[in-house]
């Protein structure tokens, strides 16, 4: 069964308006959590770097006042798109990993977010 | 700055053997991995390699060679199912992290 879970799968909002994404690690506590951006065809992208009672870490070129990140609990991630915009509209993937051990990834679901 | 490399598409037949290669170039490594994903889906994980050699696991094996910055994902009795894009990455060497830097993706397509 899943080891992460992500919600909502799929989200339809106005521009301008804003979305909040949940990711949870099941069964394991994740001090650590990515979140990734993937367009069509392409291949997925680091955000950030999502730090349990920290600030999170973005890339370089990922505004972090409109890709606000809070990673309040060890098991829960959230990614709030604020103001969004057409251009925002993409697959937005968390993932989390054991902290102990390979290191092995585990992807959630993916939330679709489309932007009128 | 990390550089991963991978054919854009590869067309196989059902039943037969496909290698999905991989070359990689960064400042550090901590592993590579290989992960199925369908369209529409989150990817899921099929292989880690973090020695030299090859991993089999089912139908599916993966090599690494460090010194040659190299990998390639082997899947054997090819079926419909296995039409899917196949992502190679690379574990971030920053300490303490664990993200991972992804190639471009290789899309297999299975025929009848």
């Known amino acids: 069964g899943a080891v992460v879970s992500q919600h909502p799968s799929w989200v339809i909002c106005k521009s301008g308006t804003s979305v909040k994404i949940e990711c949870r690690s099941l069964?394991?506590?994740?001090?650590?959590m990515f979140w990734y951006r993937q367009f069509p065809k392409q291949s997925l992208m680091l955000m950030a770097t999502?730090?349990?009672?920290?600030?999170?870490?973005?890339e370089q070129g990922v505004e972090k006042d409109k890709f606000l990140i809070n990673h309040a609990s060890l098991t829960l991630s959230t990614l709030t798109v604020t103001s969004a915009h057409p251009e925002d509209s993409s697959f937005y993937i968390c993932?989390?990993?054991?902290?102990?051990?390979?290191?092995?990834?585990?992807f959630g679901e993916g939330s679709r977010l489309t932007v009128l | 700055g990390q550089n991963i490399d991978q054919p854009t598409e590869m067309t196989a037949t059902e039943g037969a053997i496909v290698q999905i290669n991989c070359t990689y170039q960064?400042?550090?490594?901590?592993?590579l991995f290989w992960y199925q994903q369908h369209a529409g889906e989150a990817p899921t994980f099929l292989s880690y390699?973090?020695?030299?050699g090859l991993e089999e696991k089912g139908r599916f094996s993966s090599f690494l060679s460090r010194s040659k910055g190299y990998s390639y994902l082997l899947l054997k009795e090819l079926q419909m199912k296995d039409s899917a894009s196949y992502l190679c990455a690379v574990q971030d060497p920053r300490t303490g992290r664990r993200a991972l830097t992804f190639g471009s993706g290789t899309r297999l397509q299975v025929q009848p």
């Open positions: 960064t400042s550090g490594f901590n592993g």
């Open positions: 999502s730090n349990e009672g920290s600030k999170a870490t973005y």
């Open positions: 069964d394991f506590q994740a001090t650590t």
């Open positions: 993932s989390a990993s054991f902290d102990r051990g390979a290191g092995e990834l585990f």
């Open positions: 390699n973090v020695l030299d």
